[in-house]
């Protein structure tokens, strides 16, 4: 079965750190950019951040610039977004997902299920 499935997530105080994984089973991620979601409640999705195939290009939304670093490791098939200095509006639950390129017009191929962050003291 091709699915992505993401992981890592909980809950953490302000200022902390959380990394989660993405990890693909039934195909190669290496052939595909990933690209991290997220979703709070009562807001539409955004895309935080995406890596490209090679792990040579790299972007963020603002709100994450210098906070959020993302990394992939094809040999493990995973990639990882490591979330630092967290703040409450970070709470979301976070999705990866796969397409061939970060900047295309073409919808994502495969999406994972999902992990709630939950940024609260």
């Known amino acids: 079965q091709l699915q992505l499935v993401e992981s890592g997530g909980g809950l953490v105080q302000p200022g902390g750190s959380l990394r989660l994984s993405c990890v693909a089973f039934?195909?190669?991620?290496?052939?595909?950019?990933i690209g991290w979601f997220r979703q709070a409640p009562g807001k539409e999705r955004e895309r935080v951040s995406c890596?490209?195939?090679?792990?040579?290009?790299?972007t963020y939304v603002d709100s994450v610039k210098g906070r959020f670093t993302i990394s992939r490791d094809n040999a493990k098939n995973t990639v990882y977004l490591q979330m630092n200095s967290l703040k409450p509006e970070d709470t979301a639950v976070y999705y990866c997902?796969?397409?061939?390129?970060?900047?295309?017009?073409?919808?994502?191929?495969?999406w994972g299920q999902g992990t709630q962050v939950t940024v609260s003291s």
């Open positions: 997902a796969a397409r061939a390129l970060c900047m295309s017009s073409m919808g994502y191929d495969y």
């Open positions: 039934g195909f190669t991620l290496d052939n595909y950019a």
């Open positions: 890596i490209a195939r090679s792990g040579g290009t790299t």
